[in-house]
């Protein structure tokens, strides 16, 4: 499907648009020359579906979820979050918006290092409305018996499911994941979309993981494929498949 429909909705939800994107336009200035990370991207994200977005590096997908987050702006174009515009929004009103709203998990997982995993996740409660107790975040994960640990006496994917459970603590709407697995074998990967596919189905976080991996696209509900700036393709899982059944 092209990305001049981009209303097609998710197999299950009730078609609450969360993320709107029209006309999404992204170009950096790198000296005399510019580069253009987005080309009129447009689409819809809606409550509580599990997103992946799909495309090698270069395709536009971080630039995406980096707007998204409210950690970039657009060139032109208009991106909403439910009824705010985030194309308009100050500096003080997108920061607002990702500490209440948004969630996020990269690559690297930036724990703190002379924190327990209790104490990395609850940093983050500190600054929220209604946070969850940092003990039940880590719960979500399964890393409840590891919660005393520090980042160096935890592997890398128990660091990652740190970093998921920091992400969740603050209750966001949004999550949104940036190559989670990129650093991790399959089998350590796996457990980390395991903690993000029960997040969203346990509490119901709109999610959208991009990656370079197409064994991932088939946890999700949809998978948006990207390249050179465009999203070029639009698909429905009718039936997901569980993240322990993937393999790459």
Not at 24 to 38: R, S
Not at 88 to 99: I, K
Request: aromatic share 6%; glycine share 8%.
């Amino acid at each position: 499907m092209s990305a001049d429909k981009p209303a097609i909705s998710p197999v299950g939800t009730e078609n609450q648009v969360v993320f709107s994107a029209r006309g999404l336009t992204k170009i950096y200035q790198m000296g005399e020359v510019q580069v253009h990370a987005l080309r009129g991207v447009d689409l819809d994200l809606y409550a509580g579906e599990l997103v992946v977005m799909l495309g090698p590096s270069g395709s536009g997908k971080s630039t995406l979820l980096n707007i998204l987050g409210g950690l970039d702006t657009a060139s032109a174009g208009q991106v909403r979050y439910r009824d705010q515009d985030l194309t308009t929004a100050s500096d003080r009103a997108l920061t607002e918006y990702r500490r209440y709203h948004v969630g996020f998990v990269f690559q690297f997982y930036n724990l703190i290092a002379s924190l327990t995993a209790l104490e990395n996740v609850a940093v983050v409660t500190e600054i929220a409305d209604q946070p969850m107790r940092a003990a039940d975040a880590l719960a979500l994960v399964g890393l409840s018996e590891r919660e005393n640990h520090f980042p160096a006496q935890l592997s890398g994917g128990e660091q990652q499911r740190v970093a998921i459970a920091r992400a969740i603590a603050k209750n966001p709407e949004v999550l949104l994941c940036d190559e989670p697995t990129g650093a991790l074998d399959s089998a350590t990967g796996i457990l980390v979309l395991e903690a993000l596919e029960r997040v969203n189905r346990e509490l119901g976080t709109t999610t959208a993981i991009i990656t370079h991996n197409a064994g991932i696209a088939a946890m999700a509900d949809r998978v948006f494929q990207l390249a050179d700036g465009r999203i070029t393709r639009v698909r429905v899982n009718a039936e997901k498949l569980a993240p322990n059944t993937l393999s790459w």
